[in-house]
């Protein structure tokens, strides 16, 4: 099995710790890596804000590098589910159903393709767990609270069998943290007004670690937290199941 | 004209009641919560209303014939405006034909989006709002900030004093019983002095020409009741094909609206009242060029139960008057620019595109599939800002080359690492203005590979 990893443009450029934990993560669990390195951008930021069409020129150079793959696995839900749903728009050659297809986030590989939840890790801490948006309600990672169903959440299982982890209960559990991509600039007041709110949240229920699939949001609920000095730590669910492996 | 965003930052300048406004309709959303879990099949449910809601669009012009043959069978009067102003003048007619100048209203929409109520008004005709929330805003002179709840933005001291100066009310009680009490006698007087009575329309029902309108104080009822004369408006999108369909829609209207099992009053209007009138205004006002859009179709679905403004955590922190639009929140924001491309162009922008609305929608609009492709129409269309779209092609240059891509990283960490923070954080980085941006990484991921894995990536040119 060969995986082509993605690793997203602002995890690339400001978070590559993020990156390593990805890659270390998915060689201990035995599988053969590739990071193309002509890679950029899963062409999200521009789609969503309304130039998809310029957007497309990214799709294909994505498409390209990655359909040779078995599997493309990236930390993020939301670029994940950007490939998956709005590539959509291209002709859908087979290189482009192969690579919707079998472009993952983290997580639900994890559980889903190689079926294991436990990572045999240790992590004592007391964790709130942002549930991305795209992730969530997108990738179906779990159930959002909006919908009546059976409830699960792949993110959970796997840090469930972390040992000595507390995960808290949040007043909201899924609330936006309002980075939203270009929102955060377009709409900066409500953007961090979200984000103050969502960290209030973990904030009142104890969470010493803030930790979701998806570092852009990591990097928005950090930001605010850092201005206003707020003592919390912020760490993607790749760098904690990639800790202290037994 | 100021947008979306610049409305938004005004209403959470007093963060006191942006915060109360969030609770309230959180709390709201809560108990729509609580309600669906206890309904056995909620989600199938949905899927059923939004299928008897897709046939209806997909033949709705045999059921709106149907639908009139009914009516004019019962002994009902039907009428067809194609636009808003066409609504607004079979209106006014029917009022003038009749000698009539007191109107009561209640529970319409669709009135406030044909701007009846001013358009009577300069004709010299006295309408009121029967619903003490409608009746709120038409003191305040204000539009309506939810479409369930359209003085939801008022707290009750405000209220209070409203009624106070226009009403005679005690000054400083901000009892909300007394306060309904008030409002409650002075529309009594109201009532009984009207000539008309107008109501909106929830469902039509096809088979047997029946209106149905939902409400929890009983105002269309009274006010059909006492007047001589009843005006029902509906939009076209309203026809359900058989009363069994009804059941479907009444299970899921009022728990997803207010949290309620059922809405107090369920009322059927099948005649007129003997000696009485009963006419139906059917509205088209845009919704058939909205069925032509495949990818728009679906927002025809609409119920107009709330329930996406009571979770949209943006609306929920902006208020229904930053969407500057008759429908505020995600569904208003589907809407508002099928009228006005131009003037509505900041609103599907007004999202995180989290998906709560469509997860929470009865009807199972993808309300934030829309917001989406309504991004990418409105940049067709030429009408976001320039500056914007240069921004994006130069993007979109940069994130195609991959020398370019790497290039811009490394430089714009290095100034992130060496500028003075005065200089990172000036005027226009948005971003710095209440956050700080991530701390510089001398490395990116990249080159961290090349340099542990082998310059290019050892593995990477499989």
Same mark, same amino acid.
Not at chain 2, 421 to 432: A, E, P, Q, T, V
């Given at each position: 099995m060969q995986i082509g990893l993605f690793i997203p443009c602002y995890i690339d450029q400001f978070y590559p710790k993020v990156g390593i934990a990805t890659l270390e993560l998915l060689e201990k669990l035995g599988l053969e890596v590739y990071y193309p390195s002509e890679q950029t951008c899963c062409g999200q930021p521009l789609a969503n804000s309304g130039a998809e069409d310029e957007a497309i020129q990214i799709y294909n150079k994505f498409v390209r590098i990655f359909s040779k793959f078995d599997y493309v696995v990236s930390p993020s839900g939301s670029c994940v589910y950007h490939v998956r749903e709005n590539y959509n728009i291209l002709p859908q050659t087979d290189e482009v159903n192969r690579v919707r297809q079998n472009t993952f986030e983290l997580c639900e590989f994890i559980v889903d393709i190689l079926k294991t939840d436990d990572l045999k890790i240790v992590f004592p801490h007391k964790v709130g767990v942002h549930q991305s948006c795209h992730g969530l309600r997108g990738l179906k990672l779990g159930t959002p609270s909006e919908l009546i169903m059976e409830h699960y959440s792949k993110v959970h299982r796997l840090l469930k069998n972390a040992k000595g982890i507390e995960i808290i209960n949040l007043d909201r559990k899924d609330e936006c943290c309002g980075f939203g991509g270009t929102f955060s600039i377009f709409q900066p007041d409500i953007s961090v007004k979200m984000g103050k709110d969502r960290l209030d949240d973990h904030k009142r229920n104890g969470a010493e670690v803030i930790t979701a699939t998806d570092m852009s949001c990591l990097m928005h609920l950090e930001g605010i937290a850092r201005r206003q000095k707020r003592e919390v730590k912020f760490m993607h669910i790749a760098e904690i199941l990639n800790s202290n492996r037994l | 004209m100021t947008n979306h965003a610049h409305r938004a930052g005004r209403f959470l300048k007093n963060e006191e009641r942006a915060a109360w406004h969030d609770k309230t309709l959180w709390m709201i959303r809560q108990k729509r919560d609580k309600m669906a879990l206890d309904v056995p099949g909620w989600e199938e449910l949905r899927e059923q209303a939004s299928q008897i809601k897709r046939h209806s669009l997909s033949k709705l012009n045999d059921y709106l014939v149907q639908f009139e043959e009914q009516a004019i069978n019962n002994g009902a009067q039907i009428h067809w405006a194609s636009t808003a102003g066409r609504l607004n003048e079979i209106v006014y007619r029917i009022i003038k034909e009749n000698h009539a100048s007191k109107v009561v209203k209640s529970k319409s929409m669709l009135t406030e989006e044909c701007g009846l109520n001013p358009f009577l008004e300069k004709k010299g005709? &006295?309408?009121?709002?029967?619903?003490?929330?409608? !009746?709120?805003? %038409?003191?305040?002179?204000?539009?309506?900030?939810?479409?369930?709840?359209?003085?939801?933005?008022?707290?009750?001291?405000?209220?209070?004093?409203?009624?106070?100066?226009?009403?005679?009310?005690?000054?400083?009680?901000?009892?909300?019983?007394? /306060?309904?009490?008030?409002?409650?006698?002075?529309?009594? %007087?109201?009532?009984?002095?009207?000539?008309? @009575?107008?109501?909106?329309?929830? $469902?039509?029902?096809?088979?047997?020409?029946?209106?149905?309108?939902?409400?929890?104080?009983?105002?269309?009822?009274?006010?059909?009741?006492? @007047?001589?004369? %009843?005006?029902?408006?509906?939009?076209?999108?309203?026809?359900?094909?058989?009363?069994?369909?009804?059941?479907?829609?009444?299970?899921? /209207?009022? #728990?997803?609206?207010?949290?309620?099992?059922?809405?107090?009053?369920?009322?059927?209007?099948? *005649?007129?009242?003997?000696?009485?009138?009963?006419?139906?205004?059917?509205?088209?006002?845009? #919704?058939?060029?909205?069925?032509?859009?495949?990818?728009?179709?679906?927002?025809?679905?609409?119920?107009?139960?709330?329930?996406?403004?009571?979770?949209?955590?943006?609306? #929920?922190?902006?208020?229904?008057?930053?969407?500057?639009?008759?429908?505020?929140?995600?569904?208003?924001?589907?809407?508002?620019?099928?009228?006005?491309?131009?003037?509505?162009?900041?609103?599907?922008?007004?999202?995180?595109?989290?998906?709560?609305?469509?997860?929470?929608?009865?009807? *199972?609009?993808?309300?934030?599939?829309?917001?989406?492709?309504?991004?990418?129409?409105?940049?067709?269309?030429?009408?976001?800002?320039?500056?914007? &779209?240069?921004?994006? &092609?130069?993007?979109?240059?940069?994130?195609?080359?991959?020398?370019?891509?790497?290039?811009?990283?490394?430089?714009?960490?290095?100034?992130?690492?060496?500028?003075? #923070?005065?200089?990172?954080?000036? !005027?226009?980085?948005?971003?710095?203005?209440?956050?700080?941006?991530?701390?510089?990484?001398?490395?990116? $991921?990249? %080159?961290?590979?090349? &340099?542990?894995?082998?310059?290019?990536? *050892?593995?990477?040119?499989?």
């Amino acid at each position: 099995m060969q995986i082509g990893l993605f690793i997203p443009c602002y995890i690339d450029q400001f978070y590559p710790k993020v990156g390593i934990a990805t890659l270390e993560l998915l060689e201990k669990l035995g599988l053969e890596v590739y990071y193309p390195s002509e890679q950029t951008c899963c062409g999200q930021p521009l789609a969503n804000s309304g130039a998809e069409d310029e957007a497309i020129q990214i799709y294909n150079k994505f498409v390209r590098i990655f359909s040779k793959f078995d599997y493309v696995v990236s930390p993020s839900g939301s670029c994940v589910y950007h490939v998956r749903e709005n590539y959509n728009i291209l002709p859908q050659t087979d290189e482009v159903n192969r690579v919707r297809q079998n472009t993952f986030e983290l997580c639900e590989f994890i559980v889903d393709i190689l079926k294991t939840d436990d990572l045999k890790i240790v992590f004592p801490h007391k964790v709130g767990v942002h549930q991305s948006c795209h992730g969530l309600r997108g990738l179906k990672l779990g159930t959002p609270s909006e919908l009546i169903m059976e409830h699960y959440s792949k993110v959970h299982r796997l840090l469930k069998n972390a040992k000595g982890i507390e995960i808290i209960n949040l007043d909201r559990k899924d609330e936006c943290c309002g980075f939203g991509g270009t929102f955060s600039i377009f709409q900066p007041d409500i953007s961090v007004k979200m984000g103050k709110d969502r960290l209030d949240d973990h904030k009142r229920n104890g969470a010493e670690v803030i930790t979701a699939t998806d570092m852009s949001c990591l990097m928005h609920l950090e930001g605010i937290a850092r201005r206003q000095k707020r003592e919390v730590k912020f760490m993607h669910i790749a760098e904690i199941l990639n800790s202290n492996r037994l | 004209m100021t947008n979306h965003a610049h409305r938004a930052g005004r209403f959470l300048k007093n963060e006191e009641r942006a915060a109360w406004h969030d609770k309230t309709l959180w709390m709201i959303r809560q108990k729509r919560d609580k309600m669906a879990l206890d309904v056995p099949g909620w989600e199938e449910l949905r899927e059923q209303a939004s299928q008897i809601k897709r046939h209806s669009l997909s033949k709705l012009n045999d059921y709106l014939v149907q639908f009139e043959e009914q009516a004019i069978n019962n002994g009902a009067q039907i009428h067809w405006a194609s636009t808003a102003g066409r609504l607004n003048e079979i209106v006014y007619r029917i009022i003038k034909e009749n000698h009539a100048s007191k109107v009561v209203k209640s529970k319409s929409m669709l009135t406030e989006e044909c701007g009846l109520n001013p358009f009577l008004e300069k004709k010299g005709v &006295k309408i009121i709002d029967t619903d003490l929330g409608e !009746r709120i805003i %038409q003191l305040k002179q204000e539009p309506p900030s939810h479409i369930v709840m359209p003085a939801i933005h008022v707290k009750k001291e405000e209220i209070s004093e409203l009624f106070h100066q226009k009403l005679h009310s005690e000054k400083g009680n901000y009892d909300p019983t007394y /306060l309904t009490a008030t409002a409650r006698l002075h529309l009594r %007087q109201k009532f009984l002095e009207a000539d008309v @009575a107008i109501t909106g329309v929830n $469902f039509a029902i096809a088979e047997n020409g029946a209106i149905v309108v939902c409400t929890n104080e009983g105002n269309a009822d009274m006010g059909v009741h006492a @007047a001589p004369i %009843q005006i029902h408006c509906m939009g076209i999108e309203k026809i359900i094909p058989r009363t069994s369909d009804l059941a479907v829609f009444i299970r899921l /209207l009022a #728990r997803s609206a207010t949290g309620q099992h059922i809405t107090t009053y369920t009322s059927h209007y099948l *005649k007129p009242k003997t000696s009485g009138q009963m006419h139906i205004v059917i509205v088209d006002n845009g #919704r058939s060029e909205l069925i032509g859009k495949e990818d728009y179709r679906d927002s025809l679905k609409c119920i107009r139960c709330g329930a996406c403004m009571n979770t949209c955590p943006v609306y #929920r922190r902006s208020g229904g008057h930053s969407y500057h639009y008759v429908i505020p929140g995600p569904i208003g924001s589907i809407l508002a620019p099928h009228s006005n491309s131009k003037k509505y162009k900041d609103l599907p922008f007004a999202s995180s595109l989290c998906g709560s609305c469509s997860d929470v929608c009865p009807v *199972k609009i993808n309300i934030h599939g829309q917001l989406y492709r309504w991004r990418q129409d409105l940049s067709q269309k030429g009408v976001l800002s320039p500056i914007k &779209k240069s921004i994006m &092609k130069i993007s979109g240059k940069i994130l195609t080359s991959t020398k370019m891509y790497d290039w811009s990283g490394r430089i714009a960490r290095w100034c992130i690492e060496h500028f003075p #923070r005065k200089l990172i954080y000036n !005027r226009l980085n948005i971003w710095g203005k209440e956050r700080e941006l991530p701390e510089a990484s001398r490395e990116s $991921f990249k %080159q961290w590979y090349n &340099k542990n894995y082998g310059e290019g990536g *050892k593995n990477g040119q499989k």
